[in-house]
């Protein structure tokens, strides 16, 4: 699904930059979201968000 029309980003795009540490600065640094008409930023953090707590929720620690 397309998340940036005015650059042509989809939500797999950045999806896959945010699941290899990507943080938003630098998906719009990287992909150029959120550098025209704004609209897609929400979506985006969103999508950023859920990559992070989806990473953070497969992380255990175990205590000795």
Not at 31 to 39: D, N
Not at 48 to 53: A, D, F, G, N, Y
């Amino acid at each position: 699904m397309y998340v940036c029309l005015c650059k042509g980003v989809t939500d797999s795009q950045i999806r896959t930059a945010a699941e290899n540490g990507a943080s938003v600065r630098e998906i719009r640094d990287q992909l150029g979201v959120m550098t025209e008409c704004g609209k897609c930023a929400c979506l985006t953090k969103d999508i950023v968000r859920s990559c992070q707590e989806s990473s953070s929720a497969g992380v255990f620690w175990v205590m000795a």
